[in-house]
């Protein structure tokens, strides 16, 4: 397999498992200690989590497609191959099972904020939930980062 296609693999397992840090357990804390708006800050980090569910669910097919080219059917034997299927689960569930739940739980309360209304207390419920997938797919992909090197051999 090339090089590139190697290289690209670490990039990505750099960005994905990096933003995933970066943004929430750095940014989106530091938006809502600096920010006195609270639903600004939380819009501001969901936009941000929205687009490292993306960035994600990209690198994980491209980290997918990569392992079983590389390892043909000893990819599902591979605990990388398994690492990033369980992570990609968990992104998609989080942004497609979740979000949307909490979308709509603002969207009731409307035109109060979410915190402010009668919904308060589900939403903190599914944010816990959130909360949780998002710390199980950040602590898999320190286990992807230290494990990385057997998907190239």
Not at 30 to 51: H, N
Not at 113 to 136: N, Q, T
């Amino acid at each position: 397999m090339s090089r590139v296609a190697e290289n690209l693999y670490s990039i990505l397992i750099t960005l994905w498992v990096g933003a995933l840090w970066a943004i929430g357990y750095l940014a989106a804390p530091t938006l809502f200690r600096v920010l006195d708006d609270r639903a600004l800050a939380g819009r501001l980090a969901g936009e941000m989590f929205t687009y490292v569910a993306w960035l994600g669910m990209a690198a994980a097919a491209y980290l997918l497609e990569f392992l079983a080219l590389r390892k043909h059917g000893a990819a599902f034997k591979s605990s990388v191959f398994w690492l990033v299927l369980v992570m990609l689960l968990l992104a998609v569930a989080g942004y497609f099972g979740i979000q949307p739940i909490l979308a709509q739980l603002k969207a009731d309360s409307f035109p109060r904020e979410v915190m402010e209304s009668a919904m308060r207390d589900r939403f903190m419920a599914w944010h816990g939930v959130s909360s949780v997938v998002y710390l199980i797919q950040s602590l898999l992909g320190l286990m992807l980062v230290a494990l990385q090197g057997r998907g190239l051999r």
